[in-house]
């Protein structure tokens, strides 16, 4: 059996966009930024979904909130775990 192409946790796009909105994407490099992402997810409980819509009709506003937070936490978090790491790999 294979799961629907269209099924994806819908946190790998709310971390996309807050990395966006944090200018990182143009700041570091595409390793780094693929690093982040997989730190953050481990960091937020699974939300998967097959349609972005649903999430946009069907999801509370306190919810959508939470689960902002949530990506905000993951993403301060691994950020200083990842700049710690690389500031011991090059010696600061």
């Known amino acids: 059996m294979k799961l629907h192409s269209d099924i994806h946790n819908y946190y790998e796009h709310l971390i996309v966009e807050r990395i ?10 595409t390793d780094y930024l693929a690093d982040l992402c997989c730190l953050a997810l481990n960091e937020v409980p699974p939300r998967y979904i097959r349609f ?33 790491e690389n500031s011991r790999e090059v010696g600061i």
Do not use: H, I
């Open 52 to 84: 972005e819509v649903d999430m946009a009709f069907y999801l509370p506003q306190s919810e959508r909130q939470q689960m902002e937070m949530n990506v905000d936490y993951a993403l301060k978090k691994s950020r200083e775990f990842l700049d710690k």
């Open 20 to 29: 966006s909105a944090l200018g990182l994407d143009k700041t570091k490099s």
